[in-house]
Structures are given as structure tokens and as C-alpha cells.
């Protein structure tokens, strides 16, 4: 039965998430991504919504995902994402963005298949939008802005880059992931982070990616206005 009233520490709270990868087409069969499935994303949509918050999901392409009691806007390019958050930012009381965005994109797409006897032998890529730091730019300066969220993911100097990202991107809290590390990154069902506030705490967490979804969600919490 549908709940009227949902109840938990983000109850009547809104939350907007980004997960899974983009794709970035070069003609209609072949396109840049990477091997984001989406899991931390979804883990951070289920326990937003098991605290009690409405939320929605930009999901990039992923195949089929439990879907339930989540809203989840479906999406395929990095611009895609860029516009179903931005017509949905403000509105919100956290922005979380675990997406894995494609920094680049082919300048040109072709409308048809591009055969290989005529294809390009370098290709040229183009920077896609930031989503997180155009949201962040979006809501700056609002008396009351979203709570924003941000991922790193690393290979090297984790804690130090994701520590930039937070400064450049206007963030509350970034998630610094080593992809690298064992029990992490791309596919599997584990996760080792270091969460970073604004104020300067750091604080890691490692486990299923449900139980550090859950452990993010209830920090997320402490940093929404009363
Ligand atoms: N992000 C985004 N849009 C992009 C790129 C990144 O919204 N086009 C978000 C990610 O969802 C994540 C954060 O920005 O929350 C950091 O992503 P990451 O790839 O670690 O950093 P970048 O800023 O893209 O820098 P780089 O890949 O060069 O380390
Ligand atoms: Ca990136």
C-alpha cells in the first residue's frame, strides 16, 4: 500500500541523484562510456528513500534496476543529464551526484553509421557539461540552496583532488572513492571512501554499498537546515 506519510529523519526532504554513466554517441551505433553500473547511485536513491525522503533519480544507461519507490528520469549523454537536473535542482533539499559523467564527447555525431573503410582515424572530442558544478553554479547564493553532494573518483593523491573538487564545485560534502582499491570502484557490490566535509571533518567508511549508502544519507542529514 502506498504510504501517505513517510516518516524518518528526511521525511517531507527532497533528494535528486545522479547514477550510472552517460554515453556520448559518435554515430548511431558506437559511443564513448565507461563501466559505471550505477549501484552506489541506486544504494543512495534506496536509503534516501528508506529514511524517508521523495526521490529522484537522473539515471544514465544501465539496463534493467529495482525501480521501486524511486522516481527515475531516464537518460543517455552527459547533456542529457545536464538539463533533467537543472529543471529539477532548485526545487530540492540535496543534490547528490554519484553520476559517472563522460568528461568528453565526439565533436561531430554522425546521423548514419560510419563505415569503417570511411572512418575517422583520430577523433575529436569535445569537453560535455559538469552537471554538479553547473547545478552548484545554478542554485549559488540562494538563502536556502540544496545540501550538494559530490563523488571523486581517483586513481592517486584520493583525498587531496577530491578535496579540490569540493573547493572548486562549491560542494558541502564530496565522497573521495579510490576505484583502484580493493573492495571498490566499477561493478562491485563493496565500497572504501573518505567522506569530506566543507568544514573540514573527514571521516571513512567501507562495507556493502548499501551500508556506506545508508552511513552517507544519515551525514547528508546532520548538514540539512533544521
Ligand atoms: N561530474 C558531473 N559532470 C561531469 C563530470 C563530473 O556532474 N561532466 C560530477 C560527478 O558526478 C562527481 C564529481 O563531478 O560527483 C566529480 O567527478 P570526477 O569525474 O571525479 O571529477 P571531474 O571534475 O570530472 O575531474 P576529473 O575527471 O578530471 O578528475
Ligand atoms: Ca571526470
Known amino acids: 500500500a502506498a504510504r501517505l506519510f513517510a516518516a524518518g529523519p528526511l521525511a517531507g526532504r527532497r533528494v535528486l541523484i545522479t547514477a550510472g554513466p552517460t554515453r556520448e554517441y559518435l554515430d548511431p551505433v558506437r559511443f564513448i562510456s565507461n563501466p559505471s553500473t550505477g549501484k552506489m547511485g541506486l544504494a543512495l536513491a534506496e536509503a534516501a528513500r528508506a529514511l524517508g525522503a521523495r526521490v529522484t533519480v537522473v539515471l ?13 528520469v531516464d537518460v543517455v549523454s ?4 545536464a538539463r533533467e537536473v537543472l529543471a529539477r535542482v ?24 560510419v563505415k569503417k573503410s570511411e572512418g575517422p582515424e583520430t577523433l575529436t572530442l569535445v569537453r560535455t557539461p559538469d552537471v554538479l558544478a553547473e547545478a552548484s553554479r545554478r542554485v549559488s547564493g540562494r538563502a536556502r540552496r ?16 577530491a578535496r579540490e573538487k569540493l573547493e ?4 558541502d560534502a564530496i565522497v573521495a ?7 571498490a570502484g566499477f561493478g562491485v557490490d563493496t565500497n572504501r571512501v573518505t567522506v569530506l566535509t ?4 573527514q571521516r571513512e567508511l567501507s562495507g556493502t554499498k548499501r551500508e556506506v549508502a545508508r552511513t552517507i544519507l544519515e551525514l547528508v542529514g546532520n548538514l540539512l537546515p533544521k
Request: net charge negative.
Open 60 to 72: 544514465g544507461p544501465v539496463g534493467e534496476v529495482d525501480r521501486s519507490g524511486l522516481e527515475v
Open 78 to 81: 552527459a547533456e542529457d543529464m
Open 90 to 113: 532548485e526545487e530540492v533539499d540535496c543534490f547528490i551526484a554519484s553520476a559517472a559523467v563522460s568528461d568528453w564527447k565526439p565533436q561531430t555525431r554522425e546521423a548514419q553509421k
Open 146 to 161: 540544496p545540501v550538494l553532494v559530490g563523488f571523486a573518483a581517483e586513481t592517486q593523491r584520493v583525498v587531496e583532488y
Open 168 to 171: 572548486r564545485k562549491g560542494l
Open 177 to 183: 572513492n579510490d576505484v583502484t582499491a580493493p573492495g
Open 198 to 201: 566543507r568544514d573540514g571533518q
